[in-house]
């Protein structure tokens, strides 16, 4: 997965680049990252990327020039490395809403050019051109499109062969199954008087495997049965959740 991202602040990206598994998927070349700074892509001396919007009011939109030039070189560097047809991704409260679905779907593309807006977003005239895709990470504003960014590269990094010791880690991470995660402990088993549930320390695998099922579907249910809504059952995962809704004291 190549990701090339355009943004006027590339040190920003240092905060998944330099620490944990994408630290050590970089290093394992399971990914690469280049960003294109806008402000490279100026003609005039105060290399400027932004100005006020037609029509009056707040803040500055970032002009059209400088960001498709660099999406273009973006472009370019994505053909060289043989991804012919890179997804051009705009980080905006106007896209559609990331979820693990999309993040799997992402994570088989072999590259990526990430657009990140700042102030109070980019011309039309970008987006309408060269953007292929407009990503929401959320219901909320932020100051810029990195942090989107960021988000989407981690959970795409997550989904590449190799980025995480226990691929099947990845298969119960939260979401992957459309459930919540189950609970999960670690030593020692009684901390402060509170204990770790039996089924965890005895050692059957099976039983464990439904204690965690059960939670997963019972966790969802309680805190997000829209994610239910979506998900047909088993005929196991019904009796679980059936099971576990009996015991439920309100
Ligand atoms: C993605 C991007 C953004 C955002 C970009 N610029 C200001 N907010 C918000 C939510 N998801």
């Known amino acids: 997965?190549?990701?090339?991202?355009?943004?006027?602040?590339?040190?920003?990206?240092?905060?998944?680049?330099?620490?944990?598994?994408?630290?050590?998927?970089?290093?394992?070349?399971?990914?690469?990252?280049?960003?294109?700074?806008?402000?490279?892509?100026?003609?005039?001396?105060?290399?400027?990327?932004?100005?006020?919007?037609?029509?009056?009011?707040?803040?500055?939109?970032?002009?059209?020039?400088?960001?498709?030039?660099?999406?273009?070189?973006?472009?370019?560097?994505?053909?060289?490395?043989?991804?012919?047809?890179?997804?051009?991704?705009?980080?905006?409260?106007?896209?559609?809403?990331?979820?693990?679905?999309?993040?799997?779907?992402?994570?088989?593309?072999?590259?990526l050019v990430l657009l990140c807006g700042r102030y109070e977003g980019v011309d039309e005239r970008v987006i309408k051109h060269s953007v292929d895709v407009e990503v929401s990470i959320g219901d909320y504003v932020l100051s810029g499109g990195e942090l989107g960014a960021m988000v989407m590269m981690d959970s795409i990094i997550r989904q590449l062969p190799g980025a995480l010791n226990h691929n099947l880690s990845a298969q119960q991470d939260s979401f992957e199954d459309g459930l919540l995660d189950c609970p999960h402990y670690t030593r020692p088993e009684d901390y402060r008087g509170m204990t770790v549930p039996d089924v965890l320390l005895s050692g059957n695998h099976a039983e464990i495997r439904r204690w965690r099922l059960k939670q997963a579907l019972g966790r969802t249910w309680l805190r997000r049965p829209d994610l239910l809504d979506q998900r047909v059952l088993s005929k196991e995962e019904a009796r679980l959740l059936s099971d576990f809704k009996s015991e439920h004291i309100t």
């Not at 498709?68 to 409260?93: D, F, M, R, W």
């Open 1 to 111: 997965m190549r990701f090339d991202v355009i943004t006027l602040f590339p040190e920003m990206f240092s905060a998944i680049t330099d620490f944990g598994i994408n630290r050590r998927a970089l290093e394992k070349d399971l990914y690469a990252l280049h960003c294109w700074n806008p402000r490279d892509f100026t003609a005039d001396n105060y290399r400027t990327i932004d100005d006020r919007p037609y029509g009056g009011g707040p803040g500055m939109v970032m002009l059209p020039e400088p960001l498709l030039a660099a999406i273009e070189a973006a472009k370019v560097a994505q053909n060289q490395a043989g991804n012919l047809a890179p997804k051009v991704i705009y980080l905006s409260p106007q896209g559609q809403p990331l979820d693990q679905a999309a993040v799997k779907q992402l994570s088989a593309c072999s590259g």
